[in-house]
């Protein structure tokens, strides 16, 4: 007869086993859990469809623009009210709800645990709260469309008194849910930028060092914690809008003491290194890529990463450089004409660091790192014509033309689209066990690059011909309505359907491989960090045995696969 210790030990066995058969609910499963790679795929899956309505509204005001007042297929009629909503909602979309959810949440997410070798992020279900919250302002900005008012569209800057009349209580219900929505966000970010920096700081692998670090890694660290210096300024003042909104309060109102100008610096100084926030995990992303298909170390890492810390200090003394025409002190504009060009030093630097990496290299032009030298060319074009207007002179002719909105997409199209595609199609066969297919991902990438030159290089040339941007219909501006401008006009929009229609091929590409690419293997691409050390996708709690780091001929310990990583030679 069995011992009532035999017994329990049974029922614990029994327990184990129904446990470990027991398959959790999709509520569960999907909506509910801790594990940091399933949130990373919420995080990725959000973004993926927030990026195509924002890309249905840029389809939709770029029709209005080639064609004002005519039938745009897939909308109808577009009245100017409208089209506010539409470039407002789409600017807020791209930024907010595209490039921060997949560069630094999905990503952040999925590589940290993995690459600095851990089972998950130290604040497991505090980082299921991101999420959770992430989703419910998405949710509330959808709602803020359909409501009196919405879409919100006083642009994404959200400037007063666009944002907020000044009568009690007359802000449409859109703007509020607007706003809330963004406040939202915020909270969410925060909540996991807290996950990602304690992660890396306290969770590393036994012998990982701090230069051993993906400089990846050190991207989305740097990141969070410029998020979270930036971001509370804005919280405050967007707490103030809100009581304008809904209180009668007058903080922004300078009929009764307010002011509108104080607005403009809360938001820039968070809005400028926000551009960082973003700009960083991108240049981590295309750094990992151009390493593994150059077969070469990243030169001067050391060099990147301080670089990387300046261009974070820097990124919070160059706000104003926004407001040059807002009414500053001049004296004040030439104090940010300076510390702008700075900022450029770093970031040109890094970018000649990039071009040393692949120096000498044995490079190989699979997808990843055609997207990750691509990002590279068009991001240099966005720099450079970003040094026009951060001179105060050249800047009060071109701001608020095409020229600054050519320059801006110059700069963000390749963090938020450019790096991102870059990223997935890297790290697919981690997350999803299977390989894209290569020729639909290089036709994807052709037709998204030439659609998007065709679409922005035409509005340099309207934007310094003077052509504002925002407005509905030119026909009302003579010197505006030229037929030049408006060929150009309607090469845009044409680049714009271009890139849309490149996606198409993004989309069977990605989930057609999902069941039937061929199965990828632990590591295909022969990188050396710590997440190609195990099986794709990796498991529940990653490693099966916890990875030590040690420094040798080769990075990382994996006893009986030294053969499939090469020497990453690090800096002594």
């Known amino acids: 007869m069995a011992s009532t210790a035999d017994h329990a030990d049974h029922a614990d066995h029994a327990g184990d086993a129904g446990h470990a058969h027991h398959e959790p609910g999709f509520v569960k499963k999907y909506l509910w ?49 409208e089209y506010n909503g539409l470039v407002t909602s789409h600017g807020t979309i791209m930024i907010f709800w595209v490039a921060m959810p997949v560069l630094l949440a999905a990503f952040g997410n999925f590589l940290i645990p993995l690459m600095i070798g851990c089972d998950d992020m130290v604040f497991p ?21 359909f409501v009196h008012g919405g879409p919100f569209g006083g642009a994404w800057t959200a400037y007063p008194p666009l944002s907020a009349k000044a009568e009690y209580n007359l802000t449409p219900l859109g703007a509020t849910l607007w706003l809330v929505a963004v406040a939202l966000e915020f909270v969410a970010f925060l909540l996991g930028g807290i996950n990602f920096v304690t992660t890396a700081m306290n969770a590393r692998a036994p012998g990982m060092r701090m230069w051993d670090i993906p400089i990846v890694i050190w991207m989305i660290v740097l990141a969070s914690i410029m998020f979270m210096a930036s971001v509370g300024p804005l919280v405050a003042g967007a707490a103030m809008l809100l009581f304008d909104q809904t209180l009668g309060t007058a903080f922004y109102d300078p009929a009764r003491g307010g002011d509108p100008i104080l607005w403009q610096h809360l938001f ?36 990147v990463l301080y670089t990387a810390i300046a261009t974070g200090i820097l990124g919070f003394f160059v706000w104003a450089h926004h ?216 498991p529940h709690g990653n490693f099966a045995v916890m990875p030590t780091v040690y420094r040798g001929p080769y990075e990382y310990s994996v006893p009986g696969r030294e053969e499939d990583f090469w020497p990453q030679n690090l800096p002594d």
Not at 63 to 78: D, K, L, N, W
Not at 125 to 145: D, E, G
Not at 274 to 299: D, H, Q, S
Not at 459 to 468: N, P, T
């Open 268 to 303: 820039w100084f968070f809005g400028h290194p926000e551009v960082y926030v973003v700009l960083l995990p991108a240049l981590g992303i295309v750094a990992e890529v151009m390493t593994v298909f150059a077969r070469k170390k990243l030169f001067a890492y050391k060099t």
């Open 323 to 538: 407001q040059f025409i807002a009414g500053i002190d001049p004296r004040m504009a030439n104090v940010f004409t300076v510390t702008t060009v700075l900022i450029s030093v770093p970031i040109g630097e890094m970018c000649f660091v990039y071009i040393a990496t692949l120096y000498g290299g044995s490079i190989r032009l699979t997808t990843p790192m055609l997207w990750a030298l691509a990002f590279l060319a068009e991001f240099l074009i966005g720099g450079v014509t970003g040094i026009f207007l951060g001179a105060s002179g050249s800047d009060i002719y071109l701001h608020d033309t095409y020229f600054v909105l050519a320059h801006f997409h110059y700069t963000f199209f390749p963090i938020a689209i450019i790096a991102v595609f870059a990223g997935i199609t890297y790290w697919y066969p981690k997350m999803f066990g299977r390989m894209l297919n290569e020729t639909l991902g290089k036709i994807h990438f052709w037709i998204t690059i030439v659609g998007f030159n065709m679409a922005f290089i035409p509005l340099f040339i309207c934007g310094a011909a003077g052509d504002h941007r925002r407005i509905y219909d030119y026909s009302s501006f003579p010197d505006l309505a030229k037929p030049y401008l408006q060929n150009l006009r309607i090469l845009a929009t044409v680049g714009t359907i271009v890139i849309l229609f490149g996606q198409i091929f993004f989309l069977i590409n990605f989930f057609r491989s999902l069941r039937g690419g061929p199965v990828a293997g632990p590591n295909p691409w022969r990188a050396n960090t710590l997440e190609w050390t195990v099986p794709s996708p990796p």
């Open 33 to 81: 859990s801790t594990d940091h790679k399933m949130i990373a795929m919420q995080y990725l899956f959000t973004g993926m469809v927030m990026a195509l309505i924002g890309g249905y509204f840029a389809y939709a005001f770029r029709m209005q623009m080639a064609f004002p007042g005519q039938h745009v297929p897939g909308f109808g009629f577009m009245a100017p009210g």
């Open 125 to 145: 279900r505090l980082n299921r709260l991101s999420y959770q919250i992430f989703l419910i302002s998405a949710v509330v900005l959808v709602a803020s469309f």
